[in-house]
């Protein structure tokens, strides 16, 4: 965490000293931060993989120069499997800091955490239609719908963001009555990090009769003493005019259970 008494210069030593390849920045850009004024760091991204023993976080640090201008440093912190003490790296660019995740993590080089996701409150939209050959199809599109994920198996990868706003707003917009109470609101007022993500979209199922498009968005949150919560939402026009309607669950069974009430494969 950063110390609000603890000088630039004294702060950029720190941060040079604990990264193991602080010897790679540019020269000149070490010549250019021992110049600066004020400093002001952040945490970027968080991510918590239990199951496979993973930890890691980056940070940004600005620095602002005697000659008015701003240089960033960023930090990678992470911890590998089995591993107590935290490592330290430190990059001029988050495309070095891309790479080097690929390099650790063996993540592909485009590191979806640096760059917002695309659709409707940052969820990745995934337009599939109906198949139109038969049965297989839809075999294979009710196995999709009523799955279960382990969720062990699921990567997380969240951002620092103002989220719980994003929570409130994700509770505010349910028009189910069932829907996580206030206990569930409190909770997530603490919330510093979310991600979302697609487990199920843009799909065409019969419901009374006539089409209807399902899709369900899992709102993966940290909160501050370092608990993961999630609210499952339903999006869906199985309503009997046929408008758009969001409903969220505290659990993904719960969700996929209240699809599976609105829908009739035919």
């Known amino acids: 965490m950063s110390d609000p008494y603890e000088t630039t210069e004294a702060h950029l030593e720190r941060l040079l000293g604990r990264a193991l ?13 021992g110049s600066a004024l004020a400093h002001s760091s952040s945490l970027y991204t968080t991510h918590h993989s239990p199951s496979a023993g993973l930890w890691r976080e980056t940070h940004r640090h600005t620095y602002l120069l005697a000659d008015g201008e ?10 590998m499997r089995g591993e107590r003490v935290s490592r330290h790296e430190v990059f001029a660019g988050r ?13 592909a080089a485009a590191d979806p955490v640096l760059t917002p996701p695309p659709g409707p409150d940052g969820a990745e939209e995934e337009a599939r239609g109906w198949g139109a050959d038969g049965t297989q199809e839809d075999l294979a599109l009710l196995s999709a719908l009523f799955a279960v994920q382990d969720p062990r198996e699921r990567h997380r990868e969240y951002a620092v963001e103002d989220s719980a706003d994003h929570a409130r707003r994700v509770l505010r917009r349910a028009e189910n009555a069932d829907r996580p109470g206030q206990e569930t609101a409190e909770l997530l007022r603490s919330a510093y990090a979310h991600q979302i993500t697609q487990a199920f979209g843009g799909r065409q199922c019969l419901a009374d009769g006539r089409d ?4 369900l968005y899992e709102h993966a949150f940290v909160l501050l003493d370092g ?6 939402e339903v999006e869906h026009t199985a309503t009997p005019d046929g ?10 069974a719960a969700a996929r259970g209240a699809m599976e009430l609105r829908t009739r494969v035919r």
């Open 21 to 33: 390849n602080s010897f790679d920045l540019p020269d000149a850009l070490v010549e250019r931060l």
């Open 70 to 79: 701003t240089a960033s440093l960023w930090e990678l912190a992470y911890r």
């Open 212 to 215: 209807a498009g399902f899709s």
């Open 227 to 232: 608990t993961e919560l999630s609210l499952w």
């Open 243 to 252: 408008r758009h309607m969001c409903e969220v669950y505290g659990s993904e």
């Open 95 to 107: 495309d070095e800091l891309t790479l080097a995740g690929a390099r650790l993590f063996g993540e």
